[in-house]
């Protein structure tokens, strides 16, 4: 029989870490000047992370929060199954909401948590 407490601190710390990082991104966002949608938006194909609006441009941003580059960066994570995935979210997102954006751009906030200090945050830009 598996210890259900050792099963799920480690998913709970990673939960943890994930919305973290989901809100250092939000807050990085506003102040870059989107305005934010939706955040954890799910369907039958998966999650978007947080969905904004820059501009006339419709914006589905991937998080990817890590504590160290012992295992890459975080935008490293973000693989290219994952970038169609998104792609299919995005449009899956669109025709959900009825919006008809003059354009829809995926972009990845990379998230770093040091152990002491500010997180940093890369913002990739049209990364598909």
């Known amino acids: 029989m598996v ?10 710390r990673n939960q943890e870490l994930g ?5 250092v991104a939000t807050r990085y966002l506003v102040a870059q000047g989107l305005a934010i949608l939706e ?7 998966g ?7 820059e501009g ?7 998080v990817k929060t890590r504590t160290s580059r012992a295992y890459g960066t975080p935008a490293e994570a973000v693989t290219v199954s994952k970038r169609s995935r ?15 954006p003059a354009e829809i751009r995926i972009d990845v906030l990379a ?6 200090g500010p997180a940093h945050v890369e913002h990739l830009r049209g990364v598909v």
């Not at 919305?19 to 809100?23: A, L, M, P």
């Not at 955040?39 to 194909?45: A, Q």
């Not at 979210?89 to 919006?99: C, F, M, N, S």
Request: proline share 4%; net charge positive; aromatic share 6%.
């Open 3 to 12: 210890d259900q407490s050792q099963t799920s601190a480690p998913r709970r």
């Open 19 to 23: 919305r973290y990082g989901e809100d």
């Open 39 to 45: 955040r954890n938006w799910r369907c039958s194909l």
């Open 47 to 53: 999650e978007l992370d947080i969905v904004a609006r």
């Open 56 to 62: 006339d441009a419709l914006v589905v941003c991937e």
């Open 86 to 100: 998104l792609r299919r979210l995005a449009v899956r997102w669109v025709q959900e909401h009825d919006v008809h």
């Open 111 to 116: 998230v770093l948590r040091p152990a002491s």
